[in-house]
């Protein structure tokens, strides 16, 4: 009965995670980017689209990926009877991210107003993604679904102010400024104050480790459109984004089951539970791998006839090798989810860095002699290796733990 139990509340928590996240990716994929395609010219919806890319890069490896920190390394406070540490480090690096942003936005020929309002844009998101840690630790589901439910309408609001005054600089600021306020009044950031324990050097070890990798990982996720651009310029940027983000909705699936499986697994203490984790992850992989890319095919076309028809001539040629980078990547996710907790971490920095070689090598190579499509099948092989690296280190860490 016990496990009836428990396997209950997994489905039960990957359905409430899959709600809020669900909301998020229609808020950005479905209501904003289509909706603005249609608004303004190729060159503006290319730098939103840049600077949305360099938005996830820096939170997912900052505040995002603080947050997996705290998961991981939970028990370790909990054993202690400490709290603290994280408000602290998540306050510190937001100086450091407003001197690397800043620039980079100057750089991209945003104005010095423009790009400081998107620099309060990213530390506003950086706090917004931290504070899901909060939920997920106390399986708080509902709470993702609601501060997400903050981010849509503050796109709405932020969509009918555009039309009206075409201030690209706030079609962001204003759903992270409804959602952080949210995140401050439901987790716990403010109550954790500015506390420094005792754990905060091996805390800040970890997210460096960490925020390395998912720094190359959220690199390879959204350096293509960096690399596309000076290759082949704003349409081809527009044209490639039209097809990744339709076939990204998959993430709709996989980010709300890796969320709650790295929860499950930094609450999880019997060693009969780590295996199981372990051989149900390893199990799994190749039947995610044939779903995810044969319902991304169709998916993806019917998406982009119906969102970014003026695009489709052009990209339908990208939507297989892209469905087969999706199913891939969606495996390579649920694997990173369990090996964060299994696996040192120095094995999966070894692994990006390896994988970010070969990215960079073939989609030079591919992208010169077969164009845009070249860079697709590119990142599909690069994709495939790093799926079987991560595969190789799951039946390490399970050989380890049996």
């Keep these: 009965m016990e496990f009836i139990k428990k396997y209950k509340n997994f489905f039960s928590d990957v359905i409430l995670n899959m709600i809020g996240f669900g909301i998020y990716i229609v808020a950005q994929q479905i209501f904003l980017l289509p909706i603005l395609a ?9 730098n939103i689209v840049l600077y949305i890319s360099i938005l996830n890069v820096i939170c997912n490896t900052t505040g995002g990926e603080l947050g997996n920190v705290r998961l991981v390394r939970d028990s370790e406070y909990k054993n202690k009877n400490i709290i603290g540490d994280f408000a602290l480090l998540l306050v510190t690096i937001s100086p450091i991210i407003a001197i690397i942003v800043f620039p980079v936005l100057i750089y991209l020929n945003y104005t010095v107003w423009g790009s400081l309002i998107l620099v309060i844009t990213i530390l506003m998101a950086n706090v917004r993604l931290y504070s899901t840690c909060y939920y997920r630790l106390e399986q708080k589901y509902n709470k993702v679904i609601l501060q997400n439910v903050c981010y849509l309408a503050g796109i709405i609001i932020s969509l009918i102010l555009f039309y009206f005054y075409k201030n690209i600089y706030l079609l962001l600021f204003i759903p992270e400024f409804i959602s952080v306020i949210y995140a401050l009044k439901n987790s716990d950031l403010l109550k954790m104050k500015f506390a420094k324990t005792v754990e905060i050097i091996e805390t800040i070890k970890k997210f460096i ?90 998916f993806t076309y019917i998406a982009l006839r119906i969102l970014y028809s003026q695009y489709l001539t052009d990209a339908i040629k990208l939507i297989i090798p892209i469905a087969i980078t999706s199913g891939f990547g969606t495996a390579a996710t649920l694997v990173k989810s369990v090996l964060l907790k299994f696996s040192n971490t120095n094995k999966l920095l070894f692994a990006y860095i390896l994988y970010f070689c070969i990215f960079i090598g073939l989609g030079y190579f591919c992208s010169k002699s077969y164009g845009l499509t070249g860079f697709a099948i590119a990142n599909m092989i690069s994709k495939i290796i790093l799926w079987g690296l991560f595969i190789v280190l799951l039946l390490v860490s399970k050989k380890e733990e049996a």
């Design 38 to 46: 249609k608004l303004v010219n190729d060159d503006i919806y290319s």
């Design 209 to 298: 480790k960490l925020g390395t990798v998912s720094l190359l990982t959220n690199l390879m996720n959204y350096f293509d459109k960096f690399l596309i651009y000076p290759m082949f310029g704003a349409t081809s940027v527009a044209v490639y984004y039209a097809v990744n983000s339709m076939s990204k909705i998959t993430s709709l699936i996989t980010t709300p089951i890796s969320n709650v499986i790295l929860s499950w697994v930094s609450n999880s203490k019997s060693q009969d539970s780590k295996l199981k984790i372990l051989k149900g992850t390893l199990l799994s992989n190749i039947p995610v791998i044939i779903i995810v890319t044969l319902l991304t095919i169709p």
